[in-house]
Nanobody
């Protein structure tokens, strides 16, 4: 079984910072691309940041220059550093990974349970 567990969410004032972490555990053979998504109630889940296994990154226009995605491949962990937070960044943030397990080398998509980020004005 594979689990993705996020941490680091919380309540912060506008202009503040938070750092989210997501660690993948279980019988993991290899992790390819990892992503952070966010979702507000009643809305679709949108990608915020993407990082490949080689470290290439991509960001949604709304977070460019404020958010930074990184990963520690040895720890199977992806991070999202969020600076200059705005009330519009209030959402549940989910991590996502394309990975292969030892028992099934076919690439599968896995999700974390989500962590709430609330930015007060």
């Amino acid at each position: 079984q594979v689990q993705l567990v996020e941490s680091g969410g919380g309540l912060v004032q506008a202009g503040g910072s938070l750092r989210l972490s997501c660690r993948a555990s279980g019988s993991i053979f290899r992790i390819n691309t990892m992503r952070w998504y966010r979702q507000a109630p009643g809305k679709q889940r949108d990608v915020v940041a993407t990082i490949t296994s080689g470290g290439f990154t991509n960001y949604a226009d709304s977070v460019k220059g404020r958010f930074t995605v990184s990963r520690d491949n040895a720890q199977n962990t992806v991070y999202l550093q969020m600076n200059n937070l705005k009330p519009d960044d209030t959402d549940v943030y989910y991590c996502n990974a394309d990975l292969q397990t030892w028992s099934n080398k076919a690439l599968g998509e896995y999700w974390g349970q989500g962590t709430q980020v609330t930015v007060s004005s």
